[in-house]
RNA sequence: GGCGCGUUGGAGAAGCGGCUUAACUCACCAGCCUUUCACGCUGGCAUUCAUGGGUUCGAAUCCCAUACGCGUCACCA
């Protein structure tokens, strides 16, 4: 198979673009075919400086290899050039073709005359566009033809459709199998004025000339499709295989939409690597959206890599899927657990250098400390799944340092101001960092007993009268002194790390307060 | 408004006419484990597949209609 991408180089690249390209990829490296990146760039006007480089960079760190097309040093491959205003020579040589088959004309009309025109329809309840009676240019004779060319007046290449909307016939879609599509009967444009093709043509040219097998795109391709065959059949061109592709949706509110640029961060491929989560999860959540058969695979094969996977145009969903961040962070806790936590630091640090300086600064100051701190909890059999992005990482390993410490949640239920003090008195006082872990929380047990707290939660549950609360209660206020927060690592374990000193003074500040 | 696509639990979904008392994963809830929070384990979570008809001995699965959602109708892609 020979499958592509072709984005715009609008400086905006999003999960939609990565979602089409890794079927693309799978497509055609599970099958030894090519793929390759063409780039879109017919419409001058959005073009971005330096989109290029963007979407170069967007997708190498996804771990998208492309084996033919744009490249940030030129083009590669047998069809150059891959971006489309290079190829205007092309276009234009085909359009001539067209024209001389008859298959083709140029149009005058205004653009005033063809909002005119649509505003008519609209009243009138008819069919938009440029077609049958509407399509005045579409006879003109050679001798007009010649004296608006002489004037200088500007013109667009239309097609000249031979198709009726009351006909209908049966394109297989490689996604969503056999669809009916209503024929093409609009004159659409095939160059604008300045010369350069739309997308319509831009698409048929390109994927014939390239060889594209399969044409991967977004379902809000389907309402253009009727002209892209129609366009096909007139070049007498084989048609490739159309795969289109539900979109990715969003709930809101009552209703669910597509992700939008404006009001969904997680759009842009950029808030992932912004938020410090590994390509590899992003590839994997989208994997278990476009074939929900990854999962099961993956728990049955779970050294494989994920290239092994039999990726399957049949298996997708022709409904558009809730993207659910949720689900991307749980994929994503799973692949760090497996990770040494040598590499989580490695990580953390190449990210909070450009995303978080403070951060850096403090990771880099003591390496050895911070892969000691990371290192809790990551062992044995039962490891917790503590940090699923860098971004949340950060502030959960922020309490190791002083200059990023501080009290984050709100004290445990059973436990006030006065009681805080009274717990964390008797703690300090009989704190030694020397206490074996027995030893340390034997003394937690009895000073939970002396302030009249149950020893355990059980007996609390069963008697809640007879206590102010229970070690829950005593716990999580330690916990929360020294670590800002009620979820942490084991404790005692980071008092080893922090060390007699910070323990004690981060103590006494809520003791003194 | 025309045309097209879609509709299985909170989410992703499996299912493709009898093997389904509708799989699996996430979420949620409960219990257990645990000094705590997590992690882990066990169990619960759709008598029902948008609704209404029909075909059939038998339907989530096939057909028709309706409803709802989405997309599209640019010299944007």
Request: negative net charge.
């Amino acid at each position: 198979m020979v499958t592509r991408i072709g984005p715009s180089p609008t400086g905006f690249i999003h999960l939609g673009n990565l979602y089409n390209a890794i079927i693309g990829e799978r497509l055609a490296h599970q099958s030894a075919g090519v793929f390759f990146l063409r780039i879109e760039d017919t419409d001058a006007k959005r073009e971005v400086p330096g989109a290029v480089d963007t979407i170069l960079s967007s997708m190498q760190f996804f771990g998208i290899e492309f084996d033919e097309g744009a490249t940030g040093s030129g083009d590669n491959g047998n069809y150059q050039p891959y971006r489309q205003r290079q190829r205007k020579n092309i276009y234009q040589a085909i359009a001539k073709h067209l024209v001389q088959k008859g298959l083709a004309y140029p149009c005058f009309c205004s653009e005033e005359s063809l909002n005119q025109m649509r505003e008519t329809q609209q009243k009138q309840k008819l069919d938009f566009g440029y077609y049958g009676k509407w399509a005045t240019c579409r006879n003109l004779s050679l001798e007009q033809i010649e004296a608006y060319l002489t004037e200088n007046k500007s013109f667009v290449l239309r097609f000249r459709s031979a198709g009726n909307a009351k006909n209908s016939e049966t394109v297989f879609d490689g996604i969503r199998g056999n669809l009916s599509v209503q024929q093409n009967y609009q004159d659409f444009i095939l160059l604008k004025s300045d010369g350069i093709p739309t997308y319509h043509f831009a698409h048929v040219v390109d994927d014939h000339l390239m060889r594209t097998t399969h044409v991967v795109r977004g379902e809000e391709w389907l309402a253009s499709l009727p002209m892209h065959i129609e366009t096909f059949d007139a070049l007498g061109w084989e048609r490739p295989v159309y795969c289109h592709t539900a979109q990715l949706m969003k709930q809101d509110g009552e209703s669910r939409r597509k992700l939008s640029k404006r009001q969904d961060p997680e759009l842009a491929l950029d808030y992932y690597r912004a938020e410090g989560y590994l390509p590899a999860v992003v590839w994997e959540y989208l994997l278990t959206v476009l074939n929900s058969n990854y999962e099961e695979w993956h728990l049955a094969n779970p050294q494989k890599d994920l290239d092994s996977f039999p990726f399957s145009l049949e298996k997708m969903s022709t409904s558009g899927a809730l993207f659910d961040i949720v689900k991307l962070n749980d994929i994503s806790k799973e692949i760090l657990i497996k990770m040494p936590a040598e590499q989580i630091y490695d990580e953390l640090v190449s990210w909070a250098q450009t995303y978080n300086k403070p951060f850096a600064a403090v990771l880099n100051a003591n390496p050895a400390y911070a892969i000691k701190a990371i290192s809790i909890g990551r062992s044995g059999d039962r490891p917790r799944k503590d940090i699923y992005c860098h971004r949340q990482a950060a502030e959960f390993f922020s309490f190791y340092y002083d200059e990023l410490f501080q009290i984050e949640d709100e004290l445990p239920q059973n436990v006030n101001e006065t009681t805080e003090k009274e717990i964390l008195q008797r703690y300090l006082q009989d704190f030694d960092i020397k206490d074996s872990q027995e030893q340390w929380f034997a003394k937690i047990r009895v000073l939970t007993e002396e302030l009249g707290y149950a020893p355990q939660p059980k007996l609390y549950k069963k008697n809640p009268e007879a206590y102010r609360g229970s070690i829950v209660d005593v716990s999580n206020t330690i916990r929360r002194a020294i670590t800002g927060r009620l979820n942490s690592p084991d404790l005692w374990e980071i008092c080893q790390i922090l060390g007699n000193e910070r323990v004690r003074k981060r103590v006494l500040l809520k003791i003194n307060k």
